[in-house]
């Protein structure tokens, strides 16, 4: 048996047990026209929802209202944490990530992606990003923490930046560019007087090319520079990856699926490649719906993730 298989027959029986179950899973269990704790035994066969007229579709505007009816009841408020989505496809939508669960298996992957461009331990993290309702600044602490080093952080709003270039009354005014360069004006600061000790660096594209430019980078030690939260161009990754002695490494993710670090970045074609973490998401590219038959590899399909 597939090692996902199995993790998924876990996560199956888990969610719809009687007593330790999430409510939610519980509650539905008697709608559906077949029984999940005994007839999903693979990842193909989670289109058995799809298929199922009982089922519908999944019920995301309870991920707003009631996000703790799909935690397991196994678990207690402590072993758990809420964070929310950043709203890019509609309302911010909350979820779970349970400590030693998935959060752990996350930090575990990326550890291991940095003693692969042998990073060493014990240097201290410069942030530049969003921590409030998002993860993503959380599990980066917990990283840095890991790796026996400082966790220094500037926030960055996403959806305030987000809002500066769809509402039109802003993106004339140039609020965006005023932001950027507020958190320009805040993280020069940190840089020219702790910046000795920083071995890490992580923001988006946007903000590590403008302290580049600015040569704020250069009189760093660094060990890494970590992108995530917008794709970055391959002309900007090469020119960044040619300014700086430093591995250059890509995150890929959001709240639901967690993080995909970089697995390699293609010169020829500018292609990065990001793995997910196999037992927090499963990424397919079908035909359709209809048959859920993958593509070959190299075709266009629609994406699918578990």
């Known amino acids: 048996m597939r090692d996902i298989d199995n993790h998924l027959q876990n996560i199956i029986r888990l969610h719809f047990d009687a007593d330790e179950g999430a409510p939610y899973w ?14 999903i035994n693979s990842v193909e066969d989670l289109q058995l929802f799809y298929e199922d007229e009982n089922y519908s579709q999944f019920p995301a505007d309870k991920l707003k209202s009631e996000p703790k009816s799909f935690v397991p009841q196994k678990y207690g408020n402590q072993e758990y944490r809420l964070y929310s989505s950043g709203g890019r496809t509609g309302e911010p939508k909350w979820t779970a990530w349970v400590n030693n669960g998935g959060w ?58 987000r809002k500066t270039r769809t509402d039109s009354s802003l993106a004339e005014n140039g609020v965006g560019k005023k932001y950027i360069d507020h958190l320009q004006a805040q993280t020069q600061p940190l840089l020219s007087q702790y910046g000795r000790d920083i071995g890490t660096i992580v923001s988006t594209p946007t903000v590590l090319g403008m302290l580049a430019e600015n040569d704020a980078l250069h009189p760093l030690n660094l060990d890494a520079v970590i992108f995530a939260g917008q794709a970055m161009k391959p002309e900007n990754y090469q020119a960044l990856d040619h300014k700086l002695d430093a591995p250059i490494l890509g995150w890929y993710g959001n709240t639901l699926t967690g993080i995909a670090p970089q697995q390699g970045f293609n010169s020829e074609t500018g292609e990065i490649r990001y793995q997910p973490v196999p037992s927090l998401a499963v990424p397919e590219i079908i035909e359709d719906t209809d048959s859920f038959e993958t593509v070959e590899y190299g075709s266009r399909g629609r994406v699918l993730v578990h």
């Open 26 to 39: 519980i509650n539905k269990q008697s709608e559906l026209s077949f029984d999940p704790r005994s007839d």
């Open 104 to 161: 752990r298996r996350l930090v575990d992957r990326i550890d291991d992606q940095l003693d692969s461009h042998t990073v060493p331990a014990g240097g201290d993290w410069a942030y530049i990003g969003p921590t409030g309702p998002h993860p993503f600044g959380y599990f980066t602490r917990e990283i840095a923490t890991q790796r026996d080093g400082q966790f220094l952080t500037i926030d960055l709003d996403p959806r305030w930046v």
